[in-house]
């Protein structure tokens, strides 16, 4: 998966325009950047474009290119993060509220904490905006150390759970996002580090509670029930994408159960010699404990062929095909994103 910058907060100043330096003189930071904003208080990078808008973004994908590949994290754990976050599902996992507000509104921005637009200058003669983008040191060690802290609290209080609690499909859901907060925070001690600021102690690579949580997956086991099955494809078809996942077969007693029912249909095309069937399925993964629905899932396909044994075996395969493409990874999303409620 391509990397993506993971988001965060810019400082409260930058929330306030900067004005344009209309004067003809060419300041000194457009031609040196570090003659005005010295290394060993900033992080300073120029843009410039026929816009302003265009010319602070620039601005910005520079400084951030001072800090290379090491602030950048996987798609799919940049998204899983933010989705969380967005939807409320971290709240009530820090142990303070300017915690919860820290990873809140950390996740939600676009640029680099603690980094602003400190001038914009207009080149009336050539008609280019050149634009300062500036990281004060001291004030983003702050930022980024609250952001680690704040994560780092979240990650605690996700895998602190009895025996019995861990060893579900919540006790995994709970190591799958604190794998993913872990990684976000690599990145953001990888700031911390290049800015020569000290990182707090005890990241963990999110791989660490990856691991963790394919260690639980292996003690649930998963119950599969089928209705109008045919030699057991659709069961095995089920079974394969849990196991893919690390769960065990489980049998009808088990807390999680893969309730699934099949039905096949003929259907009539008068003026076509083939015959065709519609096979409709559907299926719930219930957890039994409060008897609550964790992920339904459904799928109907229209197959045909000169006979209809044929059109009906083409059928299930069909739905063979489709629970081996898509039912493990929909299921792994669910349960990567599933927090409950503190």
């Given at each position: 998966?391509?990397?993506?910058?993971?988001s965060c907060a810019?400082?409260p100043?930058?929330?306030?325009?900067?004005?344009?330096?209309p004067g003809?003189?060419?300041p000194?930071w457009?031609?040196?950047?570090e003659?005005?904003?010295?290394?060993?208080?900033?992080?300073?990078a120029?843009?410039?474009a026929?816009d302003?808008?265009?010319?602070?973004?620039n601005?910005?994908?520079?400084?951030?290119?001072?800090?290379?590949?090491?602030?950048?994290?996987?798609?799919?754990?940049t998204?899983t993060?933010?989705?969380a976050?967005k939807?409320?599902?971290?709240?009530g996992?820090t142990?303070?509220i300017n915690m919860?507000n820290?990873?809140?509104i950390?996740?939600?921005?676009e640029?680099?904490?603690?980094?602003?637009?400190?001038e914009?200058?207009?080149?009336?003669r050539?008609n280019?905006y050149?634009?300062?983008a500036v990281?004060?040191?001291?004030?983003?060690a702050?930022?980024?150390t609250d952001?680690?802290?704040?994560n780092q609290n979240?990650?605690k209080?996700?895998?602190?759970?009895?025996?019995?609690e861990?060893n579900?499909?919540e006790?995994?859901s709970r190591?799958?996002f604190?794998?993913?907060?872990a990684?976000?925070n690599i990145?953001y001690?990888?700031?911390?580090?290049?800015?020569?600021a000290?990182?707090p102690?005890?990241l963990?690579?999110?791989?660490?509670?990856r691991?963790?949580?394919?260690?639980?997956?292996?003690t649930?086991?998963v119950?599969?029930?089928v209705?109008?099955d045919?030699?057991?494809?659709?069961?095995g078809a089920f079974?394969?994408?849990?196991?893919?996942?690390?769960?065990?077969?489980?049998?009808n007693?088990?807390?999680?159960i893969?309730d699934?029912?099949?039905?096949v249909?003929?259907?009539?095309?008068?003026?076509?010699?083939?015959?065709f069937v519609?096979?409709?399925l559907g299926?719930a993964l219930t957890?039994?404990s409060?008897k609550?629905?964790?992920l339904p899932?459904?799928f109907?396909?229209?197959?045909g062929?000169a006979?209809?044994a044929?059109?009906?075996?083409?059928?299930?395969?069909?739905?063979e095909r489709k629970?081996?493409?898509?039912?493990?990874?929909?299921?792994?999303?669910?349960l990567s994103?599933?927090?409950?409620?503190?």
């Amino acid at each position: 998966m391509f990397p993506v910058l993971i988001s965060c907060a810019s400082s409260p100043s930058s929330t306030q325009q900067t004005a344009v330096n209309p004067g003809r003189n060419r300041p000194a930071w457009v031609d040196s950047v570090e003659s005005v904003y010295n290394k060993s208080q900033y992080v300073a990078a120029v843009g410039y474009a026929s816009d302003r808008e265009m010319a602070e973004k620039n601005a910005f994908a520079n400084l951030t290119g001072f800090f290379g590949q090491s602030i950048y994290a996987d798609q799919t754990i940049t998204n899983t993060y933010r989705e969380a976050v967005k939807n409320g599902a971290t709240a009530g996992w820090t142990d303070n509220i300017n915690m919860e507000n820290t990873i809140r509104i950390t996740a939600s921005l676009e640029t680099l904490a603690a980094a602003e637009i400190k001038e914009v200058w207009r080149d009336s003669r050539n008609n280019v905006y050149y634009a300062a983008a500036v990281m004060e040191k001291s004030k983003a060690a702050v930022v980024y150390t609250d952001m680690v802290n704040a994560n780092q609290n979240m990650i605690k209080n996700l895998t602190s759970m009895g025996q019995a609690e861990r060893n579900s499909m919540e006790g995994f859901s709970r190591y799958q996002f604190a794998a993913a907060a872990a990684d976000i925070n690599i990145t953001y001690g990888n700031v911390l580090k290049l800015i020569d600021a000290p990182v707090p102690p005890g990241l963990k690579k999110g791989d660490e509670y990856r691991l963790e949580a394919q260690n639980i997956a292996k003690t649930i086991p998963v119950g599969i029930t089928v209705k109008n099955d045919k030699a057991g494809r659709i069961q095995g078809a089920f079974a394969k994408a849990l196991s893919g996942i690390g769960f065990r077969s489980g049998g009808n007693n088990s807390r999680y159960i893969l309730d699934v029912n099949v039905s096949v249909s003929p259907v009539d095309f008068p003026n076509n010699i083939n015959k065709f069937v519609r096979i409709e399925l559907g299926a719930a993964l219930t957890d039994t404990s409060d008897k609550s629905v964790l992920l339904p899932y459904n799928f109907t396909s229209r197959e045909g062929h000169a006979t209809a044994a044929e059109a009906e075996n083409r059928a299930y395969t069909a739905a063979e095909r489709k629970i081996d493409e898509e039912y493990k990874d929909l299921l792994f999303t669910y349960l990567s994103q599933l927090l409950p409620k503190k």
